[in-house]
């Protein structure tokens, strides 16, 4: 069977499926988050050296992981967008910009919190910290930009520049633990080690990221279908959903 | 057309000479202030010089994005060069190294002498001027993106630090690191090293970048 992949690219039918796909999406953020939220606060034990302050970890580490996907998500469909000419695509870009912001100022505000009682100090110059800040930076200035083209299309192009132009900071979060000594610990969780913590905080922090991930989808639809509703207001069919609603 | 566009843009700069001469004060007053601002400690000043240097390059540099294409856009030359059989990025290329013929070098050069007023040893001037004369082209590549992007914008002064500052972290803190490194005597060629992958890296994407970003901005 031949599926046509290029249909939901069209913003008139995206909207559509989007609307469907948006309460789907929602119900399992909240259950996934009141599942998450029941094992980190009642099932996952209490950590001995940290005591109770560890449990933070159950939106700190989901949040920076999303900071980072998002962005690459971001940049990616920015690319798209930049070499096919598709609207959506860009649209779309521009619709993860402010929930990617939004987890990387979470993942710095949930450290520091966490920083204070644990290493004495609400924030450190690391080389961790600081490239998470930069990338909150590079999420603004991508915005900013956006923000202060007129012209819808070539927003869409120049943030696509500085989007892919960014990337460049992604790897270097991710690998600074491991490249620098750093006061943030190292990676806990790892695809090639057995995890070094236990089972239940394991559990409870993916379903967290999970909760967080589908959050971010939850977001964006909403985001997209009211960006292509203000892009296309004057295209015929959003005057007829006008007219039917 | 490489050496033209350097040439013709050296030329132009060399008629205002008064642009040139606003940076590089720029970057002496900034350096000024902060001894006049922390107090006069001597120790501290020298612990301090590297980083003072190094971000008030960055700002004297980034100061100067705008003048990189804005005149050339206004007039209409800018469009002339986009139809060119040649290739945009070598244009780019020309443009940017004239830039920083007329903006980084003179940083470079006045560097040391703003570093014996902070008391340096002669080694650290040494690294100085060498990370200043490795990373003030960088600085000069990455912006140009930025400039590129903010092409005719209203509020493009403030948006390019937007833009262009987070990028340009990394060579500050490669850049007064290695003075930092040298004078605690780990040895500098790391930070040196680094700053020069960090120029051939960005030799190569950047003028790229910025062609795609100019004719996304003269569309």
Redesign the interface.
Same mark, same amino acid.
């Given at each position: 069977m031949a599926i046509n992949w290029f249909k939901y690219s069209s913003p008139a039918s995206f909207y559509s499926l989007a609307g469907k796909m948006i309460p789907i999406f929602s119900i399992t953020t909240i259950a996934l988050f009141v599942m998450g939220l029941y094992t980190g606060f009642f099932v996952a034990p209490t950590d001995f050296q940290q005591s109770e302050a560890y449990r933070i970890i159950f939106i700190h580490v989901p949040a920076a992981w999303m900071s980072m996907f998002l962005y690459l998500v971001m940049a990616s469909w920015a690319a798209i967008g930049l070499a096919f000419n598709t609207r959506l695509s860009s649209m779309i870009a521009t619709a993860i910009a402010p929930t990617g912001a939004m987890f990387t100022f979470l993942a710095l505000w949930t450290g520091a919190l966490w920083g204070k009682p644990m290493w004495g100090t609400w924030w450190v110059w690391d080389a961790r910290l600081t490239s998470e800040l930069i990338l909150l930076f590079l999420y603004i200035g991508f915005m900013a930009l956006q923000a202060a083209i007129d012209d819808p299309r070539r927003a869409d192009k120049a943030g696509a520049v500085i989007a892919l132009v960014g990337v460049v900071n992604i790897p270097i979060i991710y690998f600074s633990v491991k490249w620098w000594n750093t006061l943030h610990q190292g990676a806990t969780v790892s695809l090639t080690q057995s995890p070094k913590m236990a089972t239940t905080m394991l559990t409870g922090m993916f379903i967290m990221a999970l909760a967080c991930w589908m959050y971010s989808i939850v977001v964006v639809l909403m985001r997209t279908r009211t960006i292509i509703l203000e892009r296309e207001r004057h295209t015929t069919w959003v005057s007829e959903l006008q007219g039917t609603a | 057309m490489f050496l033209w566009v350097i040439q013709r843009d050296l030329l132009l700069a060399m008629r205002q000479r008064a642009d040139v001469l606003t940076t590089l004060f720029f970057f002496i007053i900034v350096v000024s202030l902060f001894p006049l601002g922390v107090g006069p400690e001597i120790n501290m000043l020298r612990a301090m010089a590297p980083g003072v240097m190094w971000v008030a390059a960055l700002l004297a540099s980034m100061l100067s994005l705008e003048r990189m294409f804005s005149s050339d856009y206004l007039d209409g030359t800018l469009e002339q060069m986009l139809l060119s059989p040649q290739p945009l990025s070598l244009v780019v290329l020309g443009k940017v190294l004239a830039h920083w013929l007329v903006t980084g070098v003179p940083l470079v050069l006045i560097a040391p002498v703003l570093g014996i007023q902070f008391n340096l040893p002669m080694d650290a001037l040494l690294v100085l001027t060498a990370s200043l004369l490795l990373g003030t082209p960088v600085l000069s590549l990455i912006g140009a /993106? !930025?400039a590129a992007?903010?092409l005719g @914008?209203? !509020? !493009?002064g403030v @948006?390019v630090s @937007? @833009?262009v500052? #987070?990028?340009y *972290? #990394?060579v500050l /803190?490669f850049g007064a690191g290695a003075v930092e490194a040298s004078s605690v005597g780990l040895g500098a060629s790391t930070h040196l090293s680094l700053l020069g992958a960090f120029l051939l890296a960005s030799l190569v994407f950047a003028p790229w +970048?910025t062609a +795609? +970003?100019l004719r *996304?901005?003269m569309?």
């Open positions: - | /993106i !930025g992007l903010t @914008l209203r !509020g !493009g @948006l @937007l @833009l500052l #987070p990028l *972290i #990394p /803190i +970048a +795609a +970003a *996304i901005s569309e």
